[in-house]
């Protein structure tokens, strides 16, 4: 009887042991590729020409920048946008202006990014 009883102990304790391993191992697979997920800088695709962020917290008035639309639609965080009003990283419905050779988008919470064109060689 005693020996059953610790036989039945040893079991759920390895039983436990087992799935904490597992779970343990699907929380650090799931952080994994939640970082990768954000591997590459803000972008907006505009007029075909992808904008990188430069800068964020622009501190302008709206009233100097020209508005052009609203971010359509995302990509993953590990791609580069190639639509028009496409972003990897700013939400749709985001405002988009234009100011000299900059993109900015508003950010939602009242402040905007800086973002400079890059052109391929």
């Known amino acids: 009887m005693i020996g059953n009883s610790e036989n039945k102990r040893h079991y759920i304790i390895s039983l436990i042991l ?69 972003s990897n990283n700013f939400y749709v419905g985001s405002k988009v202006y234009k100011f000299n050779d900059y993109i900015i988008v508003e950010n939602g919470d009242g402040k905007f990014s800086r973002l400079k064109a890059h052109y391929k060689d």
């Not at 591997?39 to 020409?49: A, G, L, N, R, Y």
């Open 18 to 86: 087992v799935l904490l391993f597992i779970a343990i191992f699907f929380i650090g697979k799931q952080n994994i590729s939640n970082e990768e997920k954000w591997d590459k800088i803000p972008m907006v695709c505009v007029d075909e020409i992808v904008y990188y962020l430069k800068k964020s917290d622009c501190n302008l008035p709206v009233d100097n920048y020209k508005y052009i639309g609203v971010i359509q639609s995302t990509v993953d965080g590990t791609k580069i946008p190639k639509n028009n009003m496409e």
